[in-house]
């Protein structure tokens, strides 16, 4: 009973939502160019599916390098300057107007760098994006520590070393998984975005602006739709591992208490 | 030989000595702890109390005069792990379950793994806290968090336990029952205490002495020697003794807030 009281009322709005799309675009004519009918981009979901899976799969795998490439180096800078924070308080500044700074414009310069069809321009633009949320989240959960328990390490001559693994790290898990969500989300955006500035017949983003091109726009919706999956998927992954690695978290509390 | 447990000789602490609002916040302070003492620390809020104990343990360094913890300078003693300490809140790490929060400064020490959780399940066992080795922090009740906070400051089996303000976040019932619960470990451990509070009733109940400061500077005004029997339970609440010292702990204190002004 509970998971119908969970899940019913948004699966519910779902069903109507799409109900009410059909029925909109049926009853006032709308032109299939400018909305098609959801029963229509099934259809093309449907027919163009291996496609679909070939072009997501394509792009999957550099959004998944990117955020590979850009969460590592994102912990790695904010382990490696936890040690030294006049650094890292030096660096916050900057890396947080990097943040602000609409990196996806940046996709036709990478496209030069490293060659319009080459996957890895791509996985280095969602690497930049995904490097900045990374490294400011993790630097802000090693340092906004509880004063006091760092004098209880203190207390018990705790040494640099043990403070970081002991103390900073576990206390950073929580930010670096809420990273984790955003970046999870903006890796897939960046991936199909900075493909829109050209890249492989194969990838995601180069199929929807080929087929938005030759108005065959139900194709672009359902290549819209394996993205969204891709990245809700990419959401669910992350949020999967944050219930195993952090079961003490408050976020992962049950409603029972002592 | 120096045989207490804390000496401190003319110690004070200036906080901001080189800007234009320097405060000092200890002045002058002279206090020999001897072994198994219960010392209480009392005074108005200012009157560097919390400071005195940060001190004692080299967590805070003196502006000048010399402070000796079992003989030895305060700082070696802190690497030593000569002391535990119990703050205010509980500070157990939300990460780790209680058997490891308690485990956790032998941990630091390089204890085996085996050794370390044989010790701490007999802390846990003499703060009654048997059964929630495998519970997290936030499955406790504020009052077991202080205790298993208790436990984990005993780890090490230190000579001298710092407590600051340790109940004062606790419920009247609570705090009751855990001054019984420190006593008994007292007695138990052997162990040196010195207690930050301002409640007279906790101090007077608990301790052999009770060190009276005023504030700003602070300095010691009077030491009080409590001469109740120990063991102590309810019926010390009771006797004419108490109810001496107390009315002793509460002149001091006035005459602390009129010097304070």
Redesign the interface.
């Known amino acids: 009973m509970n998971w119908v009281k969970k899940y019913g009322p948004p699966l519910l709005l779902f069903i109507a939502t799409i109900a009410l799309w059909e029925l909109m675009v049926r009853m006032l004519d709308i032109q299939k160019f400018l909305l098609p009918a959801p029963s229509v981009i099934g259809a093309a979901f449907i027919e163009n599916l291996d496609r679909l899976t070939y072009v997501g799969w394509f792009t999957t795998k550099e959004a998944l390098g990117g955020l590979a490439i850009g969460s590592t180096l994102g912990i790695g800078v904010a382990l490696a300057t936890a040690r030294w924070t006049i650094v890292s308080e030096a660096l916050m500044p900057f890396a947080i107007a990097a943040n602000s700074v609409p990196i996806i414009a940046f996709a036709p310069i990478f496209n030069n760098w490293f060659g319009i069809d080459n996957p890895f321009a791509k996985m280095m633009i969602v690497a930049v994006i995904v490097f900045f949320p990374m490294m400011i989240n993790t630097v802000r959960g090693l340092t906004l520590v509880d004063p006091a328990a760092l004098e209880l390490m203190h207390s018990y001559a705790a040494t640099d070393y043990q403070v970081l693994w002991k103390l900073r790290l576990p206390n950073a898990l929580p930010y670096i998984f809420s990273a984790f969500k955003v970046a999870a989300t903006l890796s897939m955006i960046g991936a199909v975005v900075s493909e829109f500035f050209g890249g492989s017949r194969s990838a995601l983003g180069v199929f929807i602006t080929q087929e938005a091109a030759q108005f065959r726009f139900q194709n672009s919706w359902a290549a819209i739709i394996i993205a969204s999956i891709i990245g809700i998927g990419f959401y669910m992954v992350v949020i999967l591992v944050e219930r195993i690695a952090i079961p003490w978290h408050s976020s992962m509390r049950g409603p029972t208490h002592h | 030989m120096d045989q207490n447990v804390v000496s401190m000789t003319n110690v004070s602490k200036v906080f901001g000595e080189s800007s234009n609002n320097k405060t000092i916040a200890l002045q002058n302070i002279d206090l020999t702890i001897a072994p198994n003492e219960f010392i209480s620390i009392i005074g108005p809020s200012g009157c560097g109390k919390s400071t005195l104990l940060r001190l004692i ?1 080299d ?1 805070i360094t003196p502006s000048s005069g010399d402070i000796r913890v079992n003989g030895k300078q305060a700082h070696q003693a ?4 000569d ?1 535990g ?1 119990v ?1 205010q ?1 509980p ?1 157990l ?4 379950r209680i058997l490891q929060n308690v485990s ?2 032998l ?3 390089g204890v085996k793994k085996k050794d370390r959780e044989t010790q701490a399940r007999r802390l846990l066992g003499m703060v009654e806290l048997n059964g929630f080795e495998d519970h ?1 922090p ?4 504020g009052g077991m968090q202080q205790r298993a906070a208790i436990a984990r400051s005993l780890a ?1 089996q230190p000579q001298l336990l710092l407590m600051d303000e340790p109940f004062g976040a606790l419920d009247e019932m609570t705090r009751e029952r855990m001054n019984m619960e420190v006593l008994k470990i007292w007695e138990q451990t052997q162990v040196t205490v010195v207690f930050v509070t301002h409640s007279i009733a906790e101090a007077v109940f608990l301790s052999t002495r009770i060190v009276v400061m005023s504030a700003r500077p602070g300095r010691i005004m009077h030491i009080v020697d409590v001469d109740l029997p120990v063991p102590r339970d309810e019926q010390t609440r009771e006797m004419e003794t108490y109810f001496r010292v107390e009315t002793e702990v509460r002149e001091w204190l006035r005459k602390a807030e009129e010097y304070s002004g």
């Not at chain 2, 802190?78 to 792990?81: A, E, G, S, T, V």
């Not at chain 2, 790490?93 to 780790?96: A, G, K, S, T």
């Open positions: 343990g967590l802190r690497l030593d792990q002391y300490m703050f809140a500070v790490f939300e990460w780790r956790l400064p941990e630091l020490r997290y936030w499955q406790l009740s090490t």
